[in-house]
Nanobody, 120 residues
Framework: QVQLVESGGGLVQAGGSLRLSCAAS????????MGWYRQAPGKQRELVAA???????NYADSVKGRFTISRDNAKNTLYLQMNSLKPEDTAVYYC??????????????WGQGTQVTVSS
């Protein structure tokens, strides 16, 4: 079992910045992929950014150049630095960890979410 706890959400004006953190209850060194997703009211959950164990990253087109995902294996923490925030970034942001156990069974864990609200 992996517990993920997000923090760092809040209310910010358009153009501002926030940094989200996701603390894991286990070492994240061996987690295959960690990512941030978001869900706005009335919309489906969508991928914002993901990072592999090797450090490869991918981003939604809507956040490229503004958001940066990173992981600190020593602190078992995933981050999302969000700059130049826009009202359309308003959503609940979720941390995700997925991959395969050594016995090849899959795992897929989610945090409880943290609210990000960007005012215009």
């Amino acid at each position: 079992q992996v517990q993920l706890v997000e923090s760092g959400g809040g209310l910010v004006q358009a153009g501002g910045s926030l940094r989200l953190s996701c603390a894991a209850s286990v070492s994240i060194f061996s987690i295959n992929v960690m990512g941030w997703y978001r869900q706005a009211p009335g919309k489906q959950r969508e991928l914002v950014a993901a990072i592999s164990g090797g450090g490869s990253t991918n981003y939604a087109d809507s956040v490229k150049g503004r958001f940066t995902i990173s992981r600190d294996n020593a602190k078992n923490t995933l981050y999302l630095q969000m700059n130049s925030l826009k009202p359309e970034d308003t959503a609940v942001y979720y941390c995700n960890a997925r991959g395969l156990y050594s016995n090849l069974s899959p795992y897929d864990y989610w945090g409880q979410g943290t609210q990000v609200t960007v005012s215009s």
